[in-house]
């Protein structure tokens, strides 16, 4: 295979109740990924992203560890099936450990644990319904950057994630996201809306969660990247262990710059980006970035089994 392959890592938003479930039923390796992740966290994890409810898997520290064991599956699977290693990786906010897991810096077993631990500090940093995150469609970054600093008043707002352009998610204090909204559509923001997430991350408000992540990290042995990952925060290359603890420490009350993340690919002479995960939120997203650079994911059976018959080709 001649073509450049990146591989990406979908965050909180591409879980749904009974993902991967046709790829379970043709691939052993999805209910064995599932089965060591449970082991770590006490608890069915597969079970849980089959019968649900919703409710309970949209929790953080279920939502987390239920897509990196989703998206490490898949990257078995192609692994498994020869598709070839990638020249670059990248994730959005979780998908970034991923990533990491991938490049083999984190083992499987050290990511479940930390990214469990990271769902749970993050829901304990902010009471339920005091924080908020909204998309805003139609606007540009200094735009949105005003609209963040304009309704702020003495509370926490500001951008979360540079998606792409004119798609950007702002995260803060709940009163403050709901007047940025009225302002955006002042503004001519061509949508609006909170999301169903009442964790505000990327943002300050995350800042005590990232000092209780910055300890455990300290007890988690990582090794220099052995595929480059692309950081969020930077959106640079990672370059030892030190580097990926400060990365994922910042990386919780920074906004992901994935719009930087996608262009960086450029470097790499990348001519296909895979999404790996569950879902299709950042096959959309890059297309939106990059419109000539093709996009594949692997959200269901069949996608999976195309972007392997591309290989084989």
Known sequence: MTTSSCFVFPGQGSQSVGMLSDIA?????????????SAVLGFDLWKLTQEGPSDELN???????????????????????????PVVLAGH?????????????????????????????????????AGLLAALVGLDDEMVKKICADAAGEEVLAPANFNSPGQ?????????????LILAKEAGAKLAKPLSVSVPSHCVLMKPAAERLALLLETIDIQKPRLPVINNVDAVIYESADHIREGLTRQLFMPVRWVDVVQAFK???????????P??????????????????????????????????R
């Open 59 to 85: 929790k953080t520290r279920h939502t987390q560890p239920a897509l990196l064991a989703a998206s490490y599956a898949i990257w078995r699977i192609l692994q498994a099936k020869g598709y070839g290693e």
């Open 168 to 180: 950007i998610v702002i995260a803060g204090h709940a009163a403050a996201v709901m007047r940025a």
């Open 267 to 277: 470097t790499y002479s990348v001519d296909q980006v895979i999404e790996c995960g």
């Open 93 to 129: 906010s979780l998908g970034e450990y991923t990533a990491l897991v991938c490049s083999n810096a984190l083992q499987f077993t050290d990511a479940i644990k930390l990214v469990a631990a990271r769902g749970q500090y993050m829901q304990d940093a902010v009471p339920e319904g």
């Open 25 to 37: 039923r043709e691939f052993s390796t999805v209910e064995a990924t599932f089965a060591d992740a």
């Open 279 to 312: 879902g299709k939120v950042l096959s959309g997203l890059n297309k939106r970035i990059v419109a000539d650079m093709p996009v594949r994911n692997t959200a269901d059976l069949a996608s999976l089994q195309d972007v392997l018959s591309i290989h084989e």
